[in-house]
């Protein structure tokens, strides 16, 4: 199995700060037919489903704001926030889209200081 | 707009069943692979099962697998999941998802607790 690895577990940060969050998989997502990484990122709010934000790594969900921006390759990927808003505290998880078992990261907590 | 609502859960004792339902509509269910992702009381994300568009495929994860049966009901918008042989540890709040290579629509899940 993939194995999804998230760090930092939380984040302290003031509202308009610029946010980077990793994620790293134990296996390449890195389709080498169509040169596509298999990953997503999910935020999920207190009380609320996860939300889709970004997937094949670098693609911004319908409606999500350009602020989230997801990046890299292969087995390192990145979730950057450029300015923070109190309204993107949540848990952002990340998630192995390539092969089954899908599996999901731990999480990065995001919280306002 | 996407609707995916999620019912059947309870508390089951340990060995015991459930089925869970999903109705969704706003958007053609038929043409989409359809997914069931569980969420732990420590907040852990597992994927469970998912089911393609006409129901001829189905994958689990060996944690659920020969316990858990993914189904749909095309002509009636419907997404189940069948468990069985349950165990405290498939404690969770369910949800079910569409399936696009990516989980892009969520319900609001439904509970399940296993406990004597």
């Known amino acids: 199995d993939i194995v999804m690895t998230q760090s930092p577990s939380s984040l302290s940060v003031s509202a308009g700060e610029k946010v980077t969050m990793s994620c790293k998989s134990s296996?390449?997502?890195?389709?080498?037919?169509?040169?596509?990484?298999?990953l997503a990122w999910y935020q999920q709010k207190p009380g609320q489903p996860p939300k889709l934000l970004i997937y094949?790594?670098?693609t911004r969900e319908s409606g999500v704001p350009d602020r989230f921006t997801g990046s890299g390759s292969g087995t390192d990927f990145t979730l950057t926030i450029s300015s923070v808003q109190a309204e993107d505290l949540a848990v952002y998880y990340c998630q192995n889209d390539h092969s089954y078992p899908l599996t999901f990261g731990a999480g990065t907590k995001l919280e306002l200081k | 707009e996407v609707q995916l609502v999620e019912s059947g859960g309870g508390l089951v004792k340990p060995g015991g069943s459930l089925k869970l339902s999903c109705a969704a509509s706003g958007f053609t269910f038929s043409s989409y692979a359809m997914s069931w992702v569980r969420q732990s009381p420590e907040k852990r994300l597992e994927w469970v099962a998912e089911?393609?568009?006409?129901?001829?495929?189905?994958y689990y994860p060996d944690t659920v697998t020969g316990r858990f049966t993914i189904s749909r009901d095309n002509a009636k918008n419907t997404l189940y999941l069948e468990m069985s042989s349950l165990r405290s540890e498939d404690t969770a709040m369910y949800y079910c998802?569409?399936?696009?290579?990516?989980?892009?629509?969520w319900g609001q899940g439904t509970s399940v607790t296993v406990s004597s």
């Open positions: 296996q390449s997502l890195l389709n080498s037919g169509n040169q596509k990484n298999y």
């Open positions: 998802a569409r399936n696009y290579g990516y989980e892009d629509y």
């Open positions: 089911i393609s568009s006409g129901g001829s495929y189905t």
């Open positions: 094949g790594a670098s």
